[in-house]
């Protein structure tokens, strides 16, 4: 069996939830989520990233602005709506409770 698969799949499957936690302290620019994520060894690329923000995006969670940008092109900043603000508290209770089993689960 290979892990490496399976530590991919447990990163894939919170990807999701670390970006919404970053976007939820400030708004940022795609290469900042990256760097956060990089920062906290969740590596991820931007050709992952944009798919996952636009799916966001389109669900109502993630709201951008358009800002010049010193060098090159505007910049697209995203940011939570109150919509992904209150689905951020519903999957910070999942992690609460996921976490609470997998350690009852590690203690039996």
Request: aromatic share 8%.
């Amino acid at each position: 069996m290979n892990t490496e698969n399976i530590k991919s799949q447990m990163r894939k499957g919170i990807l999701e939830y670390c970006t919404l936690l970053i976007l939820s302290k400030k708004r940022a620019y795609v290469s900042d989520i990256i760097q956060s994520l990089k920062e906290s060894r969740l590596i991820v690329v931007e050709g992952t990233l944009y798919p996952l923000l636009t799916r966001l995006k389109n669900a109502g969670l993630l709201d951008y602005e358009w800002e010049e940008s010193p060098q090159g092109p505007p910049r697209k900043y995203y940011r939570l709506t109150e919509t992904g603000r209150a689905f951020l508290n519903e999957l910070e209770s999942a992690w609460i409770e996921l976490n609470r089993t997998v350690e009852h689960i590690r203690e039996i």
